[in-house]
């Protein structure tokens, strides 16, 4: 299986601070790579696909790069509704795996 | 719009089955493949696997292969997770999620329901 490894695990920040998420794969997933938010009792947000494509919707400070095994995904000036928890997710290969998340608090 | 409309929460012993609904609307139910994910209290999101919403084929992870059983009814929309013989450590919410081909990624979810396995 592949394993994805998100650093750090939680981050203390402000909100306008710029925000940056690391996301490592243990093999190259080209990039087949996509980030979540999650917030406590809510459904998971689809947020960038194919590790730099921002979903329609998704507020513009959102961003994403990299590809084969290291991701990047930043919040450029962190907002109020932004405190929650993010994923990775790599769909290279089967099982599809999560990164084990990192919580901006 | 895409909405996916789970079932309620469930408390049930050990041992136990378990069955959890998820009814779409707003799309073609049959052309993408619905996925299911799972949170434990306090630990990340786990995939657990997916269903072919076209042929009614699953696709299991593997640390669940034998316990799980994804099925289908096409004519309401809706795709179903049973769990059979339920452990303390299979509480957690249960998410059922759409499949986009874009980026091979899961781009709605539903609200996600509360499973409880205790004694």
């Known amino acids: 299986d592949i394993q994805l490894t998100q650093s750090p695990s939680s981050l203390s920040s402000s909100v306008g601070d710029r925000v940056t998420i690391t996301c490592r794969a243990s093999q190259s997933i080209s990039n087949n790579l996509n980030w979540y938010q999650v917030k406590p009792g809510k459904a998971p947000k689809f947020l960038i696909s194919a590790a730099l494509r921002v979903q329609l919707g998704v507020p513009s400070r959102f961003s994403a790069s990299g590809s084969g095994t290291a991701f990047t995904l930043t919040i450029s000036t962190l907002q109020p509704e932004d405190f929650a928890t993010y994923y990775c997710q790599q769909s290279y290969s089967s099982p599809w795996t999560f990164g084990q998340g990192t919580k901006v608090e | 719009q895409v909405q996916l409309v789970q079932s309620g929460s469930e408390l049930k012993r050990p041992g136990a089955s378990v069955t959890v609904s998820c009814k779409a609307s707003?799309?073609?139910?049959?052309?993408?493949?619905l996925h299911w994910v799972r949170q434990a209290p306090g630990q990340g999101l786990e995939w657990m696997g997916w269903?072919?919403?076209?042929?009614?084929?699953?696709g299991y992870a593997q640390g669940f292969t034998g316990r799980l059983v994804f099925s289908l009814d096409t004519s309401v929309n809706t795709a179903y997770l049973q769990i059979n013989g339920l452990e303390a450590e299979d509480t957690a919410v249960y998410y059922c999620?759409?499949?986009?081909?874009?980026?091979?990624?899961?781009?709605?979810w539903g609200q996600g329901t509360l499973v409880t396995v205790s004694s």
């Open positions: 999620a759409k499949y986009t081909a874009a980026g091979e990624a899961l781009d709605s």
């Open positions: 707003g799309y073609t139910f049959t052309k993408y493949a």
């Open positions: 269903m072919n919403t076209d042929t009614g084929k699953p």
